[in-house]
């Protein structure tokens, strides 16, 4: 079936600096992601939907400059966390549409801390 | 926008034992999924209905799809340890470019 790679599957960080988190989909082309975030014990929160060759469309709240989307290729997307700060510590997870199942597969995400 | 109730929040078991979970939404949605996470990893999807009705197994899990559109029931039979994790629903509708929404997932325990 399809595979989504998601990378690093943890970082740690300090605060102020910029982390950049990617998803491929390895077999198969993706002309649309999706980047989620989760805490601890909560439910998954979509971030934004991101576009192969446009820009990404922000979930409200969401805030655009500072989760900066790149989606470059039909295998990749990008997702960067500029200026991170502690409470941007979270476990973020992409998804991506395969095409011939309809289906949606998830990356194994990443864990980011922010110290 | 929409909102998923998805009950029990946990439960604990003994192995062997059957489990029933649901979710109920306020409004309708075209598809609905049931997927299973596991500590640090990303969710994987069990089972996909597509049909108000949808009744699917997938071994020993079966879902069905809400005549109402607006719940679904995902049921595992004879639990087994490894069944351990979160389940969480999500729907999607046909009109939202394939974003889901998810429930705030059931956490079972499964006793050996």
């Known amino acids: 079936g399809a595979v989504v790679s998601q990378h690093p599957s943890w970082v740690i960080c300090k605060s102020g600096t910029s982390v950049k988190i990617e998803c491929r989909s390895l077999?198969?082309?993706?002309?649309?992601m999706f980047w989620y975030r989760q805490f601890p014990k909560q439910s998954l929160m979509l971030m934004a939907t991101?576009?192969?060759?446009?820009?990404?469309?922000?979930e409200q709240g969401v805030e655009k400059d500072k989760f900066l989307i790149n989606h470059a290729s039909l295998t990749l997307s990008t997702l960067t966390v500029t200026s991170a700060h502690p409470e941007d510590s979270s476990f973020y997870i992409c998804?991506?549409?395969?095409?011939?199942?309809?289906?949606?597969?998830f990356g194994s995400g990443t864990r980011l801390t922010v110290v | 926008g929409q909102q998923l109730n998805q009950s029990p929040q946990s439960m604990f078991i003994q192995e062997g034992e059957d489990v029933s979970m649901n979710c109920t939404s306020s409004?309708?949605?075209?598809?609905w999924l049931w997927y299973k996470q596991d500590p640090g990893e990303g969710p994987v999807l069990l089972i996909a209905?597509?049909?108000?009705?949808e009744l699917t197994s997938n071994g020993r899990l079966t879902a069905q799809f809400g005549i109402t559109r607006k719940d679904s029931f995902l049921n595992i039979s004879a639990s087994i340890p490894s069944d351990v994790g979160i389940y969480f629903c999500?729907?999607?509708?046909?009109?939202?470019?394939?974003?889901?929404?998810f429930g705030d997932g059931t956490t079972l325990t499964v006793k050996p």
């Open positions: 998804s991506a549409r395969d095409p011939a199942s309809l289906g949606y597969t």
């Open positions: 077999d198969f082309q993706a002309t649309t």
């Open positions: 991101s576009n192969e060759g446009s820009k990404a469309t922000y």
């Open positions: 409004s309708i949605f075209n598809t």
């Open positions: 209905l597509y049909k108000a009705g």
């Open positions: 999500a729907g999607q509708l046909r009109t939202n470019a394939g974003k889901s929404t």
